[in-house]
């Protein structure tokens, strides 16, 4: 009975809200499997207030039938949004992508795998050369090791014009091991809806200096920090 | 054993002409415990029964392999293959088990299963819960369910304006009333 009350807690997300950080190498699988059976603690959508994608859509909003990239599921939402604008959109859920691909108990160990990181590109980025003029990255990147990463921004810079703007968000919290994710709708230009879901693990902590340099092909980099440690980057191609 | 009720079978895919329309009065309840008569012969879904009004259907069971070309609202709850499926003035809606790979085009589509090609709809997209779509579509307006798993481009047409139709013209009143017009055969 007890143990089966301690099951409904956790699956309702009522665990210990601190998860202990873990030794770097076994804290992969560990926080993978965190990710598995972890509700996310919110159980209705947050609105939050997005200083990059007011930034992201100033650039775009004044030309029609741009392409657009949208790396979340897709949703009512932000099809609406951006095709209202003029603009075309492809959607491609890289989360989902990198599920399939990964198994849970090796999921950041296995990135370090060329020919997997190759499989994820063909499979969600395989798109001519200068297709897009903007990117709605969101979280995704950050749970990817660093192999994969480099990877996918390397492949990023390649099917974005040349001054075409990337909008991609980080956890700015230091000792974060998990992190509740998010589906982000966009409300409206300057307008996020934060759809939660599950926890996940962090591939790394990303400073800004670490964002620099991943971003270093590109023109520009822009940060904008906010009160709830999500760090929100604009990057021109 | 020797008395099995018709009732516990499952009815066989039919197509829609043979689906009795659900009337809006329910029979008495004497008629249902009949024996020999089937309770129901609506076929149990878990998805909206108003689908099959009017539709052809391509059973779960059916796999089509081909070109299909509709002039009625279509359901494929089956599996088709290759070529393309046109319903350029209906709807056509892919079931909860349907798995369509092949390139559609049709005034509306509806999509519960799974959907592998390109996607052209005059009118409007729906995209429900738990379906999959991998492709690029192309339509006027599109609606998509949180849940739904959509991998490809959207471009939305913008709505064409229809040809203004001439007004019908009445004849002009004659200007100054005449005689009528004698009719035929009668005497000048």
Redesign the interface.
């Known amino acids: 009975m007890l143990f089966g009350e301690r099951w409904k807690a956790i699956f309702r997300g009522g665990g210990s809200p601190a998860t202990p950080p873990l030794p770097h190498s076994s804290r992969y699988a560990s926080a993978r499997e965190t990710r598995s059976i972890r509700a996310a603690p919110e159980s209705s959508s947050n609105v939050r207030r997005s200083p990059g994608l007011e930034q992201f859509f100033h650039m775009v909003r004044d030309t029609a039938g741009l392409?657009m990239l949208d790396l979340s599921?897709?949703?009512?939402s932000n099809?609406s949004f951006v095709?209202n604008l003029g603009h075309?959109?492809?959607?491609?859920?890289l989360v989902?992508t990198l599920d399939e691909t990964y198994p849970a108990e090796s999921f950041f160990e296995a990135q370090g795998n060329p020919r997997l990181a190759q499989q994820v590109v063909d499979q969600s980025l395989n798109f001519p050369a200068h297709q897009f003029d903007g990117a709605l990255v969101w979280d995704c990147l950050q749970y990817m090791a660093p192999a994969l990463l480099e990877t996918v921004v390397d492949r990023l810079y390649e099917i974005l014009r040349p001054n075409a703007y990337l909008l991609a968000f980080f956890s700015a919290e230091e000792r974060a091991v998990t992190v509740p994710r998010y589906l982000y709708r966009i409300a409206d230009g300057r307008t996020l809806l934060l759809?939660p879901q599950e926890h996940r693990a962090l591939s790394q902590h990303f400073t800004s200096r670490h964002l620099e340099r991943l971003f270093g092909r590109f023109q520009q980099i822009k940060f904008f920090l906010a009160r709830d440690s999500l760090r929100e980057v604009l990057v021109k191609r | 054993m020797w008395n099995r009720r018709k009732d516990n079978e499952d009815p066989a895919p039919r197509t829609s002409s043979s689906y009795p329309r659900p009337s809006p009065t329910p029979p008495p309840s004497s008629e249902y415990a009949k024996e020999g008569i089937p309770m129901s012969t609506t076929p149990s879904r878990a998805y909206e029964p108003e689908m099959y009004r009017g539709s052809a259907v391509i059973g779960k069971s059916v796999v089509v392999k081909g070109q299909i070309y509709t002039r009625e609202d279509l359901l494929i709850d089956g599996e088709v293959e290759g070529g393309t499926i046109e319903s350029q003035e209906h709807k056509l809606t892919i079931g909860p088990n349907g798995r369509v790979h092949a390139n559609i085009k049709a005034r509306e589509i509806v999509v519960l299963g799974t959907v592998n090609g390109n996607v052209e709809a005059s009118d409007k997209i729906d995209i429900r819960k738990d379906a999959r779509l991998t492709g690029d579509i192309k339509t006027a307006r599109i609606v998509i369910e949180d849940g739904a798993y959509f991998k490809g481009s959207i471009d939305i047409m913008k709505a064409e304006a229809k040809p203004q139709t001439p007004p019908l013209r009445t004849p002009p009143p004659p200007a100054e009333p005449g005689p009528p017009p004698a009719a035929p055969g009668s005497p000048k």
């Open positions: 392409w599921a897709a949703s009512q099809v095709t075309r959109l492809y959607t491609v859920d989902r759809v």
